[in-house]
C-alpha cells in the first residue's frame, strides 16, 4: 500500500466514540485525506458547472444533445467487462444502511441489495458511522441483531450481492472539514466503504460495487472514474476492479449517456432509471418554463410519452454498449389488507411487465414484500438468460431531445396539492429526525418523492397556474392549505406522535422552501442544517 500523506490534516468537528473510531482509522484517515486533496477541488467546479449550465436553461436554452461528443455516441465501443455476481441483478432491493434492514434485505428473494447512504438515509454522523460498521460486519459474514424481543436476525446462507449507493455530489459531510470547508459526503462514504472492504469482498468472489446517485454530466462521471483509478492504485488492484452503476435521474444526464458510459468505460456495469429523481429534475431544470409544468404527481407515471422516451433510449444505449438497463423503484408496500394487497400488485405487476417488455435488465423494489411477485415476472421474461442484453431496440426510432423534454398532460387538483403538502410535511419532519426512508399512505418515501411533492408546488405558484376547479395557486393558497393539513396530520397521527414530532420546523422549512423566488435545488441541503 502506497504511503504518501503530505497534507494538511483533516479535521473532525465533534469528538471521535470509541464507535467512531472502528471505521475513522489511521489508515482509512489517510486514504480519505488522499481523495479529499486531491478530488475537492475539481468537484467544486463541478458544481460550478451545474450553476452555469441552469443558468442557461432559466433563460431559455432547451437541454440537448452535445454536438462535441458527436463521435462518441457514433462510435462503436463498449465498456469492460462486468463480474460474474453482477451478471443476474432481475430484482434489486434498496434501503437504509441500519443494522436490521441490512440483513433483511440481503435476506430478501433478490439478486442485489443496494445499501444506500443518499436519498433514504438522513445523514446523521452516527447513522452514517454506524452504516459503515453494518456493511462491514456484512461483508464479514458476522452481522446480527436482536429486537426488544428477543428475536435475532442473522444472514442466511448466499444472501444478494451488496452494492453501496454513495451520496450525491452536491452532499457536504458537515462533521469533516479540509482547509475550513466540510469535505464531500460522496468521498467520505466511498472511502470508508471501498478502505474497509475490498480485501473481503474480492476474497470471496465479490467487489467494491456502487451506485453513483444525482450525476448530471459526462464530467462529473470522469471524476469518479479518477477517484475510482486512484483508490486502485493506492492499494495495488487491477484497473476496472471497481464498479459503479450510474442513476440516471436527472434531466441533463438522459441527453450525455453514452458519454458517461463512455468516460466510465473500465467500471462502469450500466445505468439506472431513477424514475422519481428524473421528475424532480424535470420540474427543477425546466422550472422557468411555464409549458412544461408537470401536473398532478399521481398522473405522472412511466406512460406519459417523456417518461417512456427516457426508458427507452436508456435501455437502447446501455445494450448498445454492452451495459445493463436497470429499471426503476416501485415504491409501494404490501398491504395487511387483503383488497388494498390485491391492487397494490397488480400496480406493481403491471408497472413491471412493461420494464421487462421494454427490454430492462432488472428493477428495483423498495419491500421485501414485493421481491417474490417482481422475480416471477422477471423469471419469466428472462427465461434461461441472466440479462436481457440481446435486446438491442435497434428497430426503434431515434429518440429526439423533443420527445424527452415532452410537456406532460394531466390535471392539478386540490386532492393532489393537499396530498403534496401533507407527504412534503411528513418526510421532511422525518428526515430531520434522523429518518430518510419512510411509509406515508402506503408508499415508501424517500427524498425523491419528497421533493417533486415541494417543488410541483413552487412551479405552479411560480407560474400563476390554476387547479382543475379554477382556484389559482398562489402563496396564499399554498398557506393557507398548509395549516389545513397540518391539522389532517395531526389527527391521523395522534396528538402524543405529533406533539413528540419536529412537526413545526417540519412546516416552516416547507413554507420557506415552496414560497421563495428562488427554487432550492435539494431540500436535503437546507434540512441538514436541522439534523445532528
Request: net charge negative; hydrophobic share 40%.
Amino acid at each position: 500500500m502506497n504511503q504518501q500523506i503530505t497534507h494538511a490534516p483533516l479535521q473532525f468537528t465533534r469528538q471521535l466514540s470509541s464507535n467512531d473510531a472502528l471505521i475513522l482509522t489511521d489508515e482509512a484517515i489517510d486514504f480519505l485525506t488522499e481523495l479529499v486533496t486531491r478530488f475537492s477541488a475539481p468537484r467544486h467546479q463541478l458544481l460550478q458547472s451545474r450553476l452555469e449550465q441552469q443558468r442557461r436553461i432559466d433563460q431559455g436554452q432547451l437541454p440537448d444533445f452535445i454536438s462535441e461528443t458527436h463521435s462518441i455516441r457514433e462510435g462503436e465501443w463498449k465498456i469492460k467487462n462486468i463480474p460474474a455476481d453482477l451478471q443476474d441483478r432481475r430484482v434489486e432491493i434498496t434501503g437504509p444502511v441500519e443494522r436490521k434492514m441490512v440483513i433483511n434485505a440481503l435476506n430478501a428473494n433478490v439478486k442485489v441489495f443496494m445499501a444506500d447512504f443518499e436519498d433514504s438515509l438522513a445523514p446523521d454522523w452516527n447513522k452514517v458511522i454506524e452504516g459503515q460498521i453494518n456493511l462491514r460486519d456484512a461483508v464479514n459474514g458476522t452481522i446480527s441483531y436482536t429486537n426488544e424481543a428477543g428475536k435475532i436476525y442473522q444472514l442466511k446462507p448466499d444472501p444478494a450481492v451488496l452494492v453501496c449507493r454513495v451520496r450525491g455530489l452536491h452532499l457536504p459531510e458537515k462533521h469533516v472539514h479540509w482547509e475550513g470547508e466540510p469535505i464531500p459526503g460522496g468521498l467520505f462514504d466511498f472511502a470508508m466503504y471501498f478502505f474497509h472492504n475490498y480485501r473481503a469482498l474480492l476474497a470471496k468472489g465479490s467487489g467494491p460495487y456502487f451506485y453513483l446517485p444525482k450525476t448530471q454530466t459526462y464530467q462529473e462521471a470522469a471524476w469518479w472514474s479518477d477517484i475510482f483509478s486512484f483508490a486502485e492504485d493506492y492499494v495495488d488492484l487491477p484497473r476496472g476492479t471497481i464498479k459503479a452503476t450510474v442513476l440516471i435521474e436527472t434531466l441533463p444526464a438522459v441527453f450525455q449517456m453514452d458519454e458517461i458510459l463512455y468516460h466510465l468505460r473500465s467500471h462502469i456495469v450500466g445505468l439506472n432509471c431513477g424514475r422519481w429523481d428524473y421528475i424532480f429534475s424535470y420540474i427543477k431544470t425546466l422550472k422557468n418554463h411555464p409549458e412544461r409544468v408537470l401536473p398532478d404527481r399521481q398522473a405522472v407515471t412511466m406512460t406519459q410519452p417523456f417518461l417512456s422516451a427516457y426508458s427507452r433510449l436508456l435501455i437502447k444505449t446501455c445494450h448498445r454498449r454492452g451495459a445493463f438497463a436497470m429499471g426503476g423503484m416501485a415504491a409501494f408496500i404490501p398491504s395487511k389488507d387483503a383488497q388494498r394487497n390485491e391492487w397494490v400488485l397488480n400496480k406493481v405487476k403491471s408497472d413491471k411487465e412493461l420494464e421487462a417488455q421494454n427490454g430492462h435488465d432488472g428493477t428495483w423494489i423498495a419491500h421485501p414484500g414485493l421481491a417474490d411477485t417482481v422475480m416471477a415476472i422477471f423469471d419469466r421474461a428472462l427465461g434461461e438468460r441472466k440479462n436481457q442484453l440481446d435486446i438491442s431496440r435497434d428497430q426503434d426510432a431515434p429518440i429526439t431531445a423533443s420527445e424527452l423534454l415532452e410537456p406532460c398532460a394531466g390535471e392539478r387538483t386540490e386532492e393532489g396539492m393537499r396530498a403534496n403538502i401533507r407527504v412534503a410535511v411528513q418526510y421532511i419532519e422525518a428526515w430531520i429526525s434522523g429518518n430518510g426512508c419512510v411509509p406515508i399512505y402506503g408508499l415508501m418515501e424517500d427524498a425523491a418523492t419528497a421533493e417533486i411533492s415541494r417543488t410541483s408546488i413552487w412551479q405552479w405558484i411560480h407560474h400563476g397556474k390554476t387547479l382543475s376547479d379554477g382556484q389559482p395557486v398562489t402563496k396564499a393558497l399554498f398557506r393557507k392549505m398548509l395549516c389545513e393539513e397540518m391539522q389532517v396530520i395531526q389527527q391521523e397521527l395522534g396528538e402524543q406522535r405529533f406533539s413528540a414530532g419536529r412537526f413545526s420546523e417540519a412546516a416552516a422549512l416547507m413554507e420557506r422552501i415552496t414560497t421563495q423566488e428562488e427554487l432550492v435545488d435539494f431540500l436535503t441541503l437546507p434540512g441538514y442544517a436541522l439534523l445532528a
